[in-house]
């Protein structure tokens, strides 16, 4: 029978806290597309790789710990879990509670949530609650339900959930054939930058802050070097740039509008063993690198996830990238969560022409895009 990718407990079963016989869900999360990206290279002088974590089954990265958060719940017997989240980690976690035959309730900032992951915790059967302030609202309000209830929590502070996120860096690092020289990604809870630095590490044979125990250190080192970790936040969500938690953080980027990150230590420890750095990126930019890599690298990303993009192209143009490195960002999220952002004020309706060839030829352009359709050549 032809191979499947098999999910991320039975793919990495030496590495994960779970053992022979323990319940597992998946959805078949993980094994995502590492891509070049040669307009990325011309823009930096690296040479720069795209980890579309958009391909997985929920369309975010967040499958990665949901699988783990999710099967370690159905090992307590608890029969409920919750998140707080801006929409993916709900999305994803309603997906596998279905999975796992469990009740999901989520707990989101109202109206701040992108359409598609909206439509999917709905589909998936959550319980929707909406209110009328932030994610860091939320995160508390989920915080204390669960410490008083008999509900799981699934955010990630849960250390399930980075164990499962930090296999992101193991792929990267089986196809590379070793660490990049550079990791970027966009930094919202900051609980993605402290998996990615606890996979880089474990596979180098170290272990760090966050680390949930140190059976996967007693393995042979897979990797030889570790990169330097950049972090990207929006310009108006930007409390590890600034030093100080955001009262009311705002962006475009939904996913990462957050003003007082659970994971701060952490991603400030990543930070600094890896000796890089968090910056911050307009909406501006963040739009900008979106469009880059839809119209020049083929891959469509939410906002959010363009951020990381957004901040390496920020840091060439300041001459911060080294020649020649080998980067890797991570696309976080599907562009398919978010087509308002993405289409932005553009027109899709379309005036239709004539059921013929001729009506189709004569048109003046076969889209609603900016760009006429190229001429086939002669
Ligand atoms: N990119 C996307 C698409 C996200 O959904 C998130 C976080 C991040 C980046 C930032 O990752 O929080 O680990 O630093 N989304 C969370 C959610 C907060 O609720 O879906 P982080």
Same mark, same amino acid.
């Given at each position: 029978m032809a191979h499947q990718w098999r999910g991320l407990i039975a793919e990495y079963p030496d590495r994960l806290p779970f053992g022979e016989g323990d319940p597992v869900v998946t959805l078949r999360e993980g094994g995502t597309p590492l891509v070049h990206a040669p307009a990325l290279d011309a823009r930096t002088g690296a040479t720069v790789y795209v980890?579309?974590? @958009?391909?997985n089954p929920t369309g975010s990265f967040k499958d990665r710990g949901m699988t783990t958060a999710i099967s370690r719940v159905l090992q307590t017997g608890v029969k409920v879990v919750a998140c707080a989240s801006t929409g993916n980690t709900s999305a994803s976690a309603a997906a596998y509670a279905v999975a796992a035959g469990l009740q999901s309730a989520v707990v989101l900032p109202a109206g701040k949530i992108a359409a598609g992951k909206l439509a999917q915790a709905i589909v998936h059967g959550a319980t929707l609650v909406a209110v009328d302030g932030n994610f860091d609202d939320c995160l508390r309000i989920v915080r204390e339900l669960t410490e008083t209830h008999p509900v799981a929590l699934v955010n990630s502070v849960n250390p399930y959930r980075l164990q499962g996120q930090k296999t992101a860096a193991f792929e990267i690092v089986d196809q590379l054939g070793d660490a990049p020289d550079i990791h970027v990604l966009p930094v919202g809870n900051a609980g993605n930058i402290t998996a990615y630095w606890m996979g880089y590490s474990e596979y180098a044979g170290r272990t760090t802050l966050? $680390?949930?125990?140190e059976t996967a250190t =007693?393995?042979?080192?897979? $990797?030889t070097k570790l990169p330097e970790m950049w972090g990207v936040q929006a310009w108006g969500a930007a409390p590890l740039v600034l030093g100080e938690p955001v009262d009311e953080p705002e962006t475009v980027?939904?996913? *990462? =509008? *957050? &003003?007082?990150?659970?994971?701060w230590k952490y991603a400030e420890a990543a930070r600094d063993d890896s000796h890089g750095w968090i910056d911050r990126v307009t909406d501006e930019r963040i739009l900008a690198a979106q469009a880059v890599l839809a119209a020049e690298v083929g891959v469509f990303v939410e906002p959010a996830s363009a951020a990381s993009v957004a901040g390496l192209i920020q840091a060439a143009e300041a001459g911060r990238v080294p020649q020649g490195a080998t980067i890797v960002c991570t696309v976080t999220g599907n562009g398919l969560k978010d087509t308002a952002t993405a289409l932005g @004020? =553009?027109?899709?309706?379309i005036d239709p022409i004539a059921p013929t060839v001729e009506a189709a030829v004569a048109a003046?352009?076969? !889209? !609603? &895009?900016s760009r006429a359709p190229r001429p086939r050549a002669a």
């Open positions: 980890k579309v974590e @958009g391909a966050a $680390s949930l125990d =007693r393995l042979p080192a897979a $990797s980027a939904t996913a *990462i =509008r *957050i &003003g007082n990150p659970a994971s @004020g =553009r027109e899709v309706d003046p352009a076969l !889209c !609603c &895009g």
